[in-house]
């Protein structure tokens, strides 16, 4: 791994949302993502966990998602269990959950009873089908909310089935992201006005909003509703991957005239350059492409393309983009802990972000959010104090 670039930072700044106050209650996927985003911007992130789970069947020491936060151990199912968030929810700026529609109420610790106690709380909440709708009490995960907008459909070769981007394009883009700018905007509202709302973001709703150029394209006559039949969904043969001698591959996209000249240049085959604006040749070129990428080897061929604008890129592995040397450049990975994983983004000049802590582990943050919340002490009745640490060193 390289060695990250120590970012310079300006004194006792920790992101621009430093003073932003997050509670959120513990689930998987893309609701710690989006709490981790608000940490890594500064933001005082507390994680509820509940006693025994959740968790993606790995030793949280090594979830990432759960950096720059603290947790407390808190069981919503027993008696001052809801008082304990409740408290929580006072003091903090957002909160965001993840449970199936109507389970927060049933818990005790929905909107309603959340902005009785806080009524700026901007309450976020992260579910794949919203909070209503036919299908909004059924269970799901990312491939099927995708499915469901269309954009899986949209994506592999036309003579097989599409596959799954791992949980890429609908938990994080279409969920977490937008529950991200959600939340951001109705806390501008809420400092502005004095009052909270709740945010309901759904995965199929900013899976379809990320569609939107496509739906544009689509209307005008300028996609087909097709895979594998599109500049750029692998039917152009000058915007896609090819394999290499070696069984690995390049990316190429070179869709503007002057990038794809270079780039047939490069490739070695410049008399093909005119089957560029004629798509009845173009089995002829992706054939001739196909062809040359298999005479070398993917470094090979990186090393061909280096320093050029033919658009043209290796395919990375997970363990390989830390050392890419424009990744090691901008520090775009960093090691924390012994763990190799993505810095935070993006960048600001003037209240730089950091990954301050490694991932929290469950109940070792009570004892210090208790103190720096001001939480209420186990002897002032009625409300009850968070429990004890863990046996975990604290974050």
């Known amino acids: 791994m390289p060695q990250a670039k120590t970012p310079t930072r300006t004194p006792g700044a920790d992101g621009p949302l430093t003073g932003v106050r997050v509670v ?45 936060k603290r947790s407390v151990v808190v069981d919503l199912k027993a008696p001052d269990g809801p008082a304990r968030v ?3 929810a006072e003091r903090a700026d957002v909160l965001i959950e993840g449970y199936r529609p109507g389970v927060a109420e049933r818990l005790g610790v929905g909107p309603g009873d959340c902005h009785a106690r806080n009524p700026r709380l901007v309450y976020g909440r992260m579910t794949g089908w919203g909070q209503e709708g036919p299908l909004a009490q059924r269970a799901g995960h990312d491939i099927g909310y995708i499915a469901l907008t269309g954009a899986l459909g949209m994506i592999g070769a036309p003579d097989a089935p599409p596959p799954a981007p791992a949980n890429l394009l609908g938990d994080y883009a279409g969920g977490s992201l937008y529950l991200v700018v959600g939340v951001l905007a109705a806390l501008h509202h809420a400092r502005a006005s004095g009052t909270g709302q709740v945010v309901d973001a759904a995965i199929v709703d900013g899976t379809a909003h990320l569609s939107s150029m496509i739906h544009g394209m689509l209307a005008a006559g300028g996609w087909q509703d097709r895979r594998g039949a599109n500049l750029l969904d692998g039917g152009c043969p000058f915007y896609g991957t090819y394999e290499t001698a070696d069984g690995r591959h390049m990316a190429v996209g070179a869709l503007e005239p002057q990038f794809y000249a270079e780039f047939m240049r490069l490739l070695g085959i410049p008399g093909l350059a005119p089957a560029r604006d004629d798509v009845s040749r173009w089995p002829e070129l992706r054939e001739a492409v196909a062809a040359r990428f298999k005479s070398r080897t993917r470094d090979e061929w990186t090393a061909v393309f280096a320093g050029s604008d033919a658009c043209t890129a290796p395919v990375l592995s997970l363990r390989e983009a830390p050392h890419h040397p424009h990744l090691a450049a901008r520090s775009t990975f960093t090691d924390h802990g012994g763990i190799t994983q993505p810095a935070p983004a993006p960048r600001f000049s003037a209240t730089p972000t950091a990954v301050r802590t490694g991932p929290a582990l469950p109940g070792a943050g009570a004892e210090s959010v208790a103190r720096d919340w001001d939480l209420p002490r186990e002897q002032d009745p009625p409300r009850a104090s968070l429990p004890n640490p863990a046996v975990h060193n604290p974050q």
């Open 24 to 68: 959120e209650l513990a689930g998987i996927g893309p609701g710690p993502f989006a709490a981790m985003l608000l940490g890594d911007l500064g933001a005082d992130v507390v994680r509820v966990d509940r006693p025994g789970g959740p968790g993606l069947g790995i030793d949280p020491a090594h979830d990432v998602t759960n950096r720059n």
């Open 86 to 88: 409740l408290d929580l």
